[in-house]
């Protein structure tokens, strides 16, 4: 087995966990990218929000699911257009539409292999 392949099946279940609050919380435009040759994390999440209030409330579940897997969470923004979330070995940015395409972090992952993307 790989090793980009080991890094996404060993967080399988986490990251299943994951994706279903976003689509939950009716996030859009999310794209999981596998970051092979990242010292920092493994996993990268970008979604969109229609609202700062939306991201709250994403991010407080998130805490949770963090909580019940002993990860370790940190946030960043909040109540802004751009929410960063670290736990484990996974990031999620959080943006407005607007937001997400002044800054542009798909062009940051070019190299990295785009695993999943839901509308």
């Known amino acids: 087995m790989s090793k980009e392949k080991k ?3 060993k967080n399988n279940f986490f990251l299943d966990s994951v994706i279903d609050v ?3 919380q009716k996030c859009t435009d999310i794209k999981v990218f ?3 040759d990242n010292n920092y994390t ?3 999440i970008l979604c969109n929000s229609n609202s700062k209030a939306q991201m709250n409330a994403s991010v407080k579940k998130l805490h ?5 897997n002993n990860k370790e969470f940190n946030s960043e923004g909040l109540n802004s257009t751009w929410v960063l979330i670290e736990f484990g070995s996974t990031t999620i940015h959080f943006f407005t539409e607007e937001a997400r ?3 542009n972090l798909e062009d940051l992952y070019f190299d990295s292999n785009l695993v ?3 509308a």
Do not use: V
Not at 64 to 68: D, N, Q, T
């Open 22 to 24: 976003l689509l939950i």
């Open 116 to 118: 999943d993307q839901y």
């Open 42 to 44: 493994d996993i990268a």
């Open 34 to 36: 596998d970051l092979k």
């Open 64 to 68: 949770l699911i963090a909580k019940e």
């Open 101 to 103: 395409e002044y800054y």
């Open 7 to 9: 890094n996404i099946s």
